[in-house]
């Protein structure tokens, strides 16, 4: 059975196009690309730009269902749609020019399937995990396997955006600034139970810092899914990422160069939530929503009804 998966993120959008095999999914391919559904100055209205690189990829995907016959076929959107006041006449203007259904997920719905995603191929371990997936637009940390989830309206893009003076401060100022601004936004998180046996941590983000830190130069996310990274190495990286240039950023992005713009406030983002948790060590994911939906799709036995 072939599954066809756009995932419309605040900043990213991906595409995974898999085959059910057996009791699992294994992806025949898998795209990024470059959205960045951001609001006009001011307002919760997507910008004009933002939709037209929408509408591109949604048409790239629509090729590629047809390329590779898939049998089932979903889009779904997240933060940066539910949020947005336009969302209606977004949703009917991208389902005009792409010919393909967009739905819009709640955050309880993203959450608990970007969970189904995360630990997909990852070693099986027994007991509780937390699941903490920060994306563009907001950030969701949920309990698995019961699916209980607490979110943050708040991601990469959008810190990226509320943040714009600090950024623009001097490096030897930002970070303190930095840090401040992305402590408050976890202030309301307790610490996390003692008794998890992993913490797997899933977006962007988190996956550019795990192939930044291996010196990937084309992103590879066999190499990242599984690998761990330590909360002293993130919170020392955003210090150092947070004095560099946009082009220094960049060369250090190569796989990736359009997140320059955000990785130093998702860096931030991820040092203070998992400080804020009392978390020590992390496990990053490559895979998330689009992989927990395909797993929806294959129908599989530990897709949860309730999504």
Request: hydrophobic content about 45%; glycine content about 8%.
């Amino acid at each position: 059975m072939r599954l066809a998966v756009c995932d419309l993120g605040s900043f990213s959008g991906l595409i995974l196009i898999a085959e059910k095999r057996g009791r699992g999914v294994r992806a025949i391919l898998e795209e990024r690309h470059t959205v960045d559904l951001s609001y006009r100055p001011g307002t919760r209205v997507i910008s004009r730009a933002g939709l037209e690189r929408a509408a591109s990829v949604l048409n790239r995907f629509r090729m590629l269902v047809a390329k590779h016959e898939s049998e089932r076929v979903i889009v779904v959107s997240t933060a940066a749609l539910r949020d947005a006041s336009n969302r209606k006449a977004v949703v009917r203007y991208l389902e005009t020019q792409s010919g393909v259904r967009v739905g819009v997920l709640s955050a309880r719905q993203e959450a608990q399937i970007a969970a189904l995603g995360a630990v997909t191929g990852l070693r099986e371990v027994t007991g509780n995990q937390l699941i903490i997936d920060i994306g563009g637009g907001s950030t969701e940390i949920t309990q698995y396997p019961t699916l209980a989830f607490r979110g943050v309206p708040l991601g990469a893009a959008r810190a990226t955006a509320h943040w714009s003076t600090a950024l623009s401060r001097r490096p030897d100022d930002r970070d303190a600034i930095l840090r401040e601004l992305a402590e408050a936004a976890f202030r309301t998180l307790r610490p996390t139970r003692a008794d998890l046996s992993r913490v797997v941590a899933v977006g962007g983000t988190i996956t550019a810092l795990a192939a930044m830190k291996q010196g990937m130069r084309v992103f590879d996310p066999q190499r990242v899914h599984g690998t761990t990274l330590s909360t002293t190495w993130i919170t020392e990286t955003a210090a150092q990422l947070s004095k560099e240039s946009l082009r220094a950023l960049r060369e250090r992005l190569r796989f990736d160069s359009d997140r320059a713009r955000v990785i130093v406030a998702g860096t931030y983002l991820w040092s203070a939530v998992l400080n804020r948790l009392g978390i020590a060590r992390v496990t990053v994911s490559a895979r998330g929503l689009r992989w927990g939906m395909a797993v929806i799709l294959a129908g599989l036995p530990d897709s949860p009804t309730s999504c």
